[in-house]
């Protein structure tokens, strides 16, 4: 039985300074019984084949909720009116990952109910489901849905609102309260960094001294990328060299021990309140389980379209 069984509301949505804006519980029980459980067989095959694919998912989740909101626009490809969506900035490409899994779980749920389940919908339940498997099952919790696909899709909006892996501690907390996450879910959510990969250049210029990070850490580092990293020179590392293909709390203790890659992680040591945070997530296991499921559904309600602004694709890669 997983340990984290995470039931949420409307209600307990608003408490979290969250807006349902029509989400709700068992959303699809009479409009297609089925989804959720057809998501979680694509979702859990993937994983069980890749685990990087359900750390890009869960990572796909929070890109697409900080732009535009939780509106699946970043899964909108380029086309000769819009040649420059949300999947070509550059916080995206070519590094993000997991499309093809939403396509087979939209493909999937299309045979049973066609055009009922947003890919919106199916993003938030596809993190929901990454988490679950990635963490043994330890990270349970059910989700409102209701969300409704965006029409708006641009490259440079990624930019604006994705915080790069550079960003100080102040300029992290600004990115995630225009958005209406506060101080606890920016460290609870920075805990996905104990699953994934990066590219050697989003952390290279903290290899050589003067530096923060583990000396013996970045020497290994040195080892595996090159000086100078570019688009065609850009190896990929783990991002937790403990237990890179578990979401848990590791994460924590790496950055109390500095054996983590970003500016952005070492920045949640540089105040106490944040540091604190940091130490009692490391601490305990299941206190930051449950913080991130809720983190979690907290975040998946940001800014969601509504019949009124959004409709239902036929397909997640285009607009009807």
Same mark, same amino acid.
Request: glycine content about 6%; aromatic content about 8%.
């Given at each position: 039985?997983?340990?984290?069984? *995470?039931?949420? #509301?409307?209600?307990?949505?608003?408490?979290?300074?969250?807006?349902?804006? +029509?989400?709700?519980?068992?959303?699809?029980?009479? %409009?297609?019984?089925?989804?959720?459980?057809?998501?979680?067989?694509?979702? +859990? %095959?993937?994983?069980?084949? /890749?685990?990087?694919?359900?750390?890009?998912?869960?990572?796909? &989740?929070?890109?697409?909720?900080?732009?535009?909101?939780?509106?699946?626009?970043?899964?909108?490809?380029?086309?000769?009116?819009?040649?420059?969506?949300?999947?070509? +900035?550059?916080?995206?490409?070519?590094s993000l990952r997991g499309?093809?899994?939403?396509?087979?779980?939209?493909?999937?749920?299309?045979?049973?109910?066609?055009?009922?389940?947003?890919?919106?919908?199916?993003?938030?339940?596809?993190?929901?489901?990454? #988490?679950?498997?990635?963490?043994?099952?330890?990270?349970?919790?059910?989700?409102?849905?209701?969300?409704?696909?965006?029409?708006?899709?641009? &490259?440079?909006? !990624?930019?604006?609102?994705?915080?790069?892996?550079?960003? /100080?501690?102040?300029?992290? *907390?600004?990115?995630?309260?225009?958005?209406?996450?506060?101080?606890?879910?920016?460290v609870v959510l920075s805990?996905?960094?104990?699953?994934?990969?990066?590219?050697?250049?989003?952390?290279?210029?903290?290899?050589?001294?003067?530096?923060?990070?583990?000396?013996?850490?970045?020497?290994?580092?040195?080892?595996?990328?090159?000086?100078?990293?570019?688009?065609?020179?850009?190896?990929?590392?783990?991002?937790?060299?403990?237990?890179?293909?578990?979401?848990?709390?590791?994460?924590?203790?790496?950055?109390? %021990?500095?054996?983590?890659?970003?500016?952005?992680?070492?920045?949640?040591?540089?105040?106490?309140?944040?540091? !604190? %945070?940091?130490?009692?997530?490391?601490?305990?296991?299941? !206190?930051?389980?449950?913080?991130?499921?809720?983190?979690?559904?907290?975040?998946?309600?940001?800014?969601?379209? !509504?019949?009124? /602004?959004?409709? *239902?694709?036929?397909?997640?890669?285009?607009?009807?």
């Amino acid at each position: 039985m997983a340990r984290v069984a *995470i039931w949420t #509301s409307c209600v307990l949505l608003m408490v979290m300074a969250a807006t349902c804006q +029509g989400l709700s519980l068992g959303y699809y029980n009479r %409009k297609c019984p089925h989804a959720e459980y057809v998501v979680r067989d694509v979702v +859990g %095959k993937a994983v069980n084949s /890749n685990p990087g694919i359900g750390a890009g998912i869960i990572r796909m &989740a929070f890109h697409d909720c900080f732009v535009q909101g939780c509106d699946a626009s970043v899964l909108l490809d380029p086309t000769p009116a819009n040649p420059q969506p949300e999947k070509l +900035g550059p916080p995206n490409f070519p590094s993000l990952r997991g499309f093809e899994v939403i396509d087979d779980a939209k493909a999937a749920v299309e045979d049973l109910c066609p055009g009922v389940v947003s890919c919106a919908d199916i993003i938030a339940f596809a993190a929901r489901d990454a #988490s679950f498997f990635l963490s043994n099952s330890k990270i349970d919790y059910k989700i409102p849905a209701g969300r409704f696909d965006g029409r708006v899709s641009l &490259a440079n909006e !990624t930019l604006a609102f994705l915080p790069p892996p550079s960003f /100080n501690l102040s300029q992290l *907390i600004g990115s995630f309260q225009v958005k209406g996450l506060d101080v606890d879910d920016l460290v609870v959510l920075s805990g996905a960094h104990t699953i994934g990969r990066s590219h050697c250049s989003s952390f290279s210029d903290r290899l050589s001294p003067p530096s923060d990070m583990d000396p013996a850490l970045a020497t290994v580092l040195r080892s595996q990328c090159p000086a100078n990293p570019n688009f065609t020179n850009d190896p990929t590392v783990v991002q937790d060299v403990v237990t890179p293909d578990t979401l848990d709390n590791q994460y924590y203790k790496n950055v109390l %021990k500095k054996l983590v890659l970003f500016k952005s992680d070492a920045a949640l040591l540089s105040s106490s309140t944040t540091a !604190t %945070k940091v130490a009692k997530n490391a601490l305990s296991a299941l !206190t930051w389980e449950r913080k991130f499921a809720r983190a979690m559904v907290k975040m998946a309600a940001i800014e969601v379209k !509504t019949a009124a /602004n959004g409709e *239902i694709r036929k397909l997640c890669r285009v607009v009807n």
